[in-house]
């Protein structure tokens, strides 16, 4: 059985370490990045089942990465959820066009929820 790809997008390695540990205990391959301005490429490299999206990344920022890969024929329907602290996430979310949200600080168990939503 193939395992599920989940891609990370969070410029902190605390984050990412963690985040990457809960997941492949659950079975998930795992590939992180710190930055989100190759999005495009990244996803076409690794074909993820579902992506995990940071607002506050470095170079093209959240919401830019989230609408570019959302305006990609082939990469549209790929779930993202996006992940940030910020008040007005939901707007957030909705203005980058991503499939759901959860705030930090996070509940693992309520992002587990949300991951396996959409795989």
């Keep these: 059985m193939n395992k599920k790809k989940i891609l990370i997008f969070d410029d902190d390695?605390?984050?990412?370490?963690?985040i990457t540990i809960i997941f492949?205990?659950?079975?998930?391959?795992?590939?992180?990045?710190?930055t989100s301005h190759d999005i495009l490429e990244r996803v076409a490299r690794y074909r993820p089942d579902v992506i995990l999206?940071?607002?506050?990344?470095?170079?093209?920022?959240?919401?830019?990465?989230?609408?570019?890969?959302?305006?990609?024929?082939?990469?549209k329907t790929i779930p993202v959820i996006y992940v940030t602290a910020?008040?007005?996430?939901v707007a957030l979310a909705r203005e980058a066009q991503a499939d759901d949200y959860v705030a930090k600080p996070f509940n693992l168990d309520d992002l587990e929820e949300k991951v396996a939503k959409y795989v």
């Design 13 to 18: 390695a605390t984050i990412l370490e963690v």
């Design 24 to 34: 492949e205990e659950n079975g998930f391959q795992v590939e992180i990045s710190e």
């Design 53 to 75: 999206m940071d607002n506050w990344i470095p170079r093209i920022g959240g919401v830019e990465a989230t609408r570019l890969l959302k305006s990609h024929e082939e990469f």
């Design 86 to 89: 910020n008040n007005d996430i």
